[in-house]
């Protein structure tokens, strides 16, 4: 009977340990929220959109694990349209900002290009903003143009 | 006795042993469980998209021609006068929204001497013919579509006025039309 006693004892205190585990082990989920819209663009003339820009910005949402976190972008050299022509897109080194409030208004700016760290407070939940430059050449022949950018999030 | 004592002793170490085993295997299986979920990776994409506009191109295809006029005789070009009115010809993003602006002189010269123009009006048309067109006042503007391939036509008609001792000679003035998506 001892035995027995000992041993759920073990288990329970097993099970306590295995509940914080699991909740510092929340599971980690990365979503697209909005994509970066240029609008329309004239050919010869760059088209801006600002990390800060609340209708054509870039937002991916994190839930996640409280801590640090790793974020790295993939990020187009063009945007693809009619025929397959290119439209150049550039990121600057201030086009990405990490919100911990997951307000557009509340960011840490950091390089896109860079893989960096940020920490994800203790709600689980964080969002990152996107902006960037579209460059038409001259001569940019006329249509819709796409490209995809994609960001990983690593726990740290 | 004593022998059976033995024997009950090692069959409880055997079944503690086995306890243990199992209960290790539970303790290591959350303890990986607890690894692999604090080293997470997940990703996500969004896009970027962007529509590139033809350019708008305008020509000026067709003078204003009040041809001759008299002194103190007004002579009216309504924009519905395929062969005197003046001409725009624009070419840009199919079957889009362009605003049309212009600036209109209230005179037409001739070296030294003037002559005004009055009572501007409009027409702009999906096609050369001016079928379906529709009249506006330049003075305001307009923002009509550019057809299915592009194109757009507008006409303006004025009045000159000459005076009745408007000396004689060629009259000439500018007028601009602007245009914007």
Do not use: C, E
């Amino acid at each position: 009977m001892q035995t027995m006693k000992r041993k759920w004892w073990v288990v329970i205190a097993v099970v306590l340990l295995a509940v914080p585990l699991r909740a510092q082990g929340r599971a980690l989920t990365v979503t697209g929220i909005r994509g970066v819209t240029f609008g329309a663009v004239l050919p010869g003339v760059p088209r801006v959109v600002l990390r800060t820009d609340p209708a054509n910005s870039g937002q991916i949402d994190i839930r996640g694990p409280k801590g640090p976190v790793l974020l790295t972008f993939v990020l187009p050299v063009a945007m693809t349209g009619p025929g397959g022509a290119l439209m150049p897109i550039s990121f600057g080194a201030g086009d990405a900002g990490f919100s911990a409030t997951q307000a557009i208004g509340s960011q840490v700016g950091f390089d896109p290009k860079q893989p960096f760290t940020a920490t994800v407070p203790n709600n689980g939940r964080a969002s990152v903003f996107v902006g960037a430059t579209a460059n038409p050449t001259t001569n940019q022949r006329a249509g819709a143009y796409t490209a995809t950018l994609i960001l990983t999030v690593t726990v740290l | 006795m004593a022998l059976q004592l033995i024997k009950s002793s090692t069959q409880n170490i055997g079944v503690r042993m086995r306890s243990i085993t199992k209960l290790s295997l539970v303790v290591a299986a959350l303890v990986l469980t607890g690894t692999t979920l604090q080293a997470q990776t997940n990703n996500a994409s969004i896009t970027a998209t962007a529509t590139v506009q033809t350019p708008i191109n305008v020509v000026g295809a067709q003078q204003l021609s009040f041809g001759n006029v008299f002194p103190g005789v007004n002579k009216t070009v309504v924009a519905m006068d395929l062969a005197n009115a003046g001409r725009f010809d624009i070419s840009g993003q199919a079957s889009t929204q362009v605003t049309l602006s212009f600036t209109l002189p209230a005179t037409l010269g001739s070296g030294g001497n003037t002559m005004p123009i009055v009572s501007y009006a409009g027409v702009h048309a999906q096609n050369s013919t001016q079928t379906g067109g529709i009249g506006f006042p330049p003075s305001v503007g307009v923002s009509p579509s550019l057809n299915a391939s592009g194109q757009l036509w507008v006409w303006i008609g004025a009045q000159v006025q000459p005076a009745t001792n408007q000396a004689a000679g060629v009259y000439t003035g500018s007028i601009v039309m602007t245009v914007v998506y």
